[in-house]
């Protein structure tokens, strides 16, 4: 009860969506008031993000009206601003919405992902190591942090309920697969990310430098480490920032250069049944159980709005051998839990979902769904755009 109990536990992800980000826009505008001239910022931040986005997809870096970029961009993200009578000093980042943006770029909304990792950050700070017993910076800054840019498929952990208990610091160091295999389950990952960051105060208030490594595995091996540091500690948030897009971006270089990749030993392991001495196949086989005719699978499922619930269920009883399909936790806007009684192995279920177009991450009789993405023909292109 002391590990579970207590407010000041959890930090929910900020957004988790799929968005185009740029951030690090600087404006400086005025206006007959303070609220035109922030206005005329945001408006203005709009029009150099869009460039600039435009530019990074190789869409030429054109412009767009501003009635066009309100239509696109979903929103706009405060990173520093002054305020005053008539003028509007800012740090700002836009957030464009990723399918109606690249319908205008003509360029495609499809992002290769892999498979999903369960995000457990560990922050090492006065000799004591903490990931979800309580709210910690580290937590908050990947709360913070959009995981739309990323080719990662980041699965962060509230730290409610029974994170505190399941995913602890002696988890990270304990390289067991049988019981990894049981815990990363539960939030329907492939394996696990343990991002880990160690603070060092110089005096109270002073600087702080923090030693992040990127480890993953239940292994818990380490990808990468650096050294960051910040003068005052006040900066810490950003310096938290900072090391998180780093540790991104090293554990985006480890699955372009295949060192980041599920651990084979987290895959359930069947039972093979061999023949005792002086025992034939034929006897082996009169031995052996028959299969079991129906099974219970848990799936976990987007369910952005209620119509991805009915339409989820839907698509679960079409599948040849699917005998009940109901949803049993809803979470409208995250993951949701559907139980579906079978006919067959996991296995089977598993193919028969795959070959209609669903991707597949997981294993056993607890599984995830997506939806696999629809790639244009090779000869098929955007109106106006030139061949090839």
Sequence with gaps: MAQIDGADRGVAAVDSSNDF????????????????????????????????????????????????????????????????????????????????????????????????????????????????????????????????????????????????????????????????????????GSDVLIPTVRLYRQWPGGPVVGVFEARYGPDNRLLRTFTLRVGKAAGLPALLDEGVRRMDAAYQEGLRGGYLRADSGLNPVMPVATPTPGQTIDDLLDTLAPPTPSISITVQFDTPDAGAVTGGEAAMRGVPGVASASTTSLALGGVSLMTVGYAGTPDAFRAALEARGWQVFGNGTTIRIRRAPQLLPPDVRAPGLPAG
């Design 21 to 188: 980000e740029v951030a690090g826009i600087t404006v400086d505008t005025s206006g007959p008031n303070a609220e035109a001239a922030r206005l005329a910022g945001w408006r203005e931040a709009q029009r150099k993000a869009f460039v600039q986005l435009s530019q990074r997809l190789g869409a030429g870096g054109g412009g767009a009206a501003d009635g066009t970029l309100d239509s696109i961009v979903s929103a706009i993200v405060v990173d520093r601003e002054q305020i005053g009578p008539n003028r509007y000093i800012a740090r700002l980042g836009v957030l464009f919405d990723r399918a109606r943006t690249s319908a205008l770029l003509g360029v495609s909304a499809f992002v290769s992902r892999s498979p999903p990792f369960v995000v457990v950050p560990v922050q090492w700070s006065t000799g004591v190591g903490t990931t979800f017993e309580q709210r910690t910076v580290w937590q908050e800054a990947w709360a913070r942090f959009r995981t739309g840019g990323s080719t990662i498929d980041y699965i962060r952990p509230a730290g409610t309920g029974p994170d505190p208990l399941l995913l602890n610091v002696g988890q990270t160091q304990r390289p067991d697969r049988g019981w990894w295999r049981a815990v990363i389950d539960q939030y329907g």
